[in-house]
Every structure is written in C-alpha cells, then in structure tokens.
C-alpha cells in the first residue's frame, strides 16, 4: 500500500475506540479492518448483513458466500451474527452504530458530504451511506485530498449529488486531517511530510487552522485561510 493511503488508514484506526460497533465503507475504508489492533473488541458491521467482519481472507482461504457491502470476500470474528437487510438497516437507523467510516468523492467546508455517484456514469449500487450518514453517531470520512485532475476535493460547496448534508465530523486525507466545528472547517493536523504549503495549494474549501496544531511555521494559529 502506497505510504499516503497508510497513514489515512492509521488515522482512521485512531478513532475506534474499545467496544464500539463500527460500519466501513466501501472502497479505502474497508481497509482499516486490517489494522484493528488485535486485542482491541470491536464489531465492524456490513449493511448487506453481517455484524463482526473480520480481517481479509488469505489467498486461497476466500468464502464465496461471506462478503461484505461491496461484494469482498471477508472473514467473520468468534460471535458474529448475520441477518437480513431489515434488521441492518435497523441497527443504523436506530442509532446503534458508533462510528461509519465512510469514502469521499467530494467533501465541503460545511460538512455536506458527495460520496454515491458522478452523472453519467453507472451506479451499480447506492449503498447504505445515505442511512449511515444520518444514523451512525459520528461520522469520518477518508479520502485522497485531490482527484485524478489534480483538482482539490474539499470543496467550498459540493458539486456533485449529495450523500448527506452537514453530516462529516472528521475528514481525513493524504494530506491533513480536519474537524468541523460550529465556527466551520479546522484543520487539526498535517500528514507526516506535508507543509502547510501543501495544504493550502490543495485546499479550496476555506479553513481555520488549530490553535492545538504544532509545527506550522510563518502561519498564525487560528487564522483563518482560503
């Protein structure tokens, strides 16, 4: 794995917490499964039915019948549960899913997220990110900072459909992490070798940077930036 799409993955990893249940996305985030810290309890949920996904299965080992929501084979842990779509989609409109990590196509300062479709090209399946979005308790989202364009996609405003509106709490990229927060869009902290330069070449959406974030030269904490 490329070392940028590493460290979003280890900064994903960062917020699951002991106990709780947590629904991945489809894509990058299915990959934090394989960086869970072993003795930590965590049950990772799939919306097509199954309640304790664990790790990837070895070459060889894969079960044609366990898959998860984007049609991957994965391994299920001691005490997992499966069951049909009604009951999945109770857990996450119930409220009784901890954290969803979910993709980004494109994320706005305001939270809005764009994360299911681009017009005109085939949706082969919307998903659960729409229930997610609005019945998971918090919600990261992780994603490459720009696209295959170079164009950046933490927007001011999205411009493609949205999955949901003021519904990110985190946002995590190859380049820095950000917060949203009543005053808006915080940057928290930069990847490992990035510049704030970086950042702000890449950035379209306007931010605030932390009064917490350490090592930023020439910048001052708590300004604001576009």
Known sequence: ??????????????EIKEGMYVNLGIGLPTLVANYIPP?????????????GIG????????DP???????????AVAGASFFD?????AMIRGGHIDLAILGGMEVAENGDLANWMIPGKMVKGMG???????????????MEHVNKAGESKVKKACTLPLTGKSVVNRLITDLAVFDFTEEGIVLS?????????????????????SPLLQNVPQMSKGDHYE
């Open 55 to 62: 790790a990837y299965p070895y070459v060889g080992e894969e």
């Open 128 to 142: 659960g990110a729409m229930d997610l979005v609005n019945g998971a308790k918090r919600i990261i989202v992780i």
């Open 85 to 89: 779509s009604a009951e999945s989609f």
């Open 65 to 75: 019948d366990l898959i998860n929501a984007g049609k991957e084979t994965v391994t």
């Open 39 to 51: 003795e930590m309890t965590v049950m990772l949920q799939s919306e097509n039915g199954l309640l």
């Open 189 to 209: 902290s930069l990847q490992p070798g990035v510049t704030m330069e970086e950042v702000l070449a890449n950035t379209e959406a306007r931010f605030i940077i």
């Open 1 to 14: 794995m490329k070392n940028d799409r590493l460290a979003i993955i280890k900064c994903a990893v960062e």
